[in-house]
């Protein structure tokens, strides 16, 4: 596993993990799964699950994504870094 943190943002990279590349985020209570878009961006995940708990609040997930853009290309590197071109 990789982990970063960004301004008490703490995202992870699981060795074991599946595409589409992809980082798992926890701010305070929330988690949230993020794609990392095939052109370039960052957005929570449509798939089921992707926000814990699910009435997570609105305030800690803007923070998670805008934290997410901000370190966008580190991020993306971390997912490669670990799974290479998947």
Do not use: C
Request: net charge negative.
């Amino acid at each position: 596993m990789g982990s970063l943190r960004f301004d008490g943002v703490r995202f992870f990279v699981y060795v074991d993990d599946h595409p589409p590349p992809h980082v798992h985020a926890k701010y305070a209570e929330t988690e949230a799964v993020l794609d990392l878009l095939p052109d370039s961006g960052i957005a929570i995940s449509s798939r089921p699950f992707a926000i814990d708990p699910p009435n997570a609040k609105a305030s800690d997930l803007k923070k998670i994504l805008k934290v997410a853009r901000d370190h966008e290309a580190v991020l993306r590197e971390l997912w490669q870094s670990i799974h290479g071109g998947k």
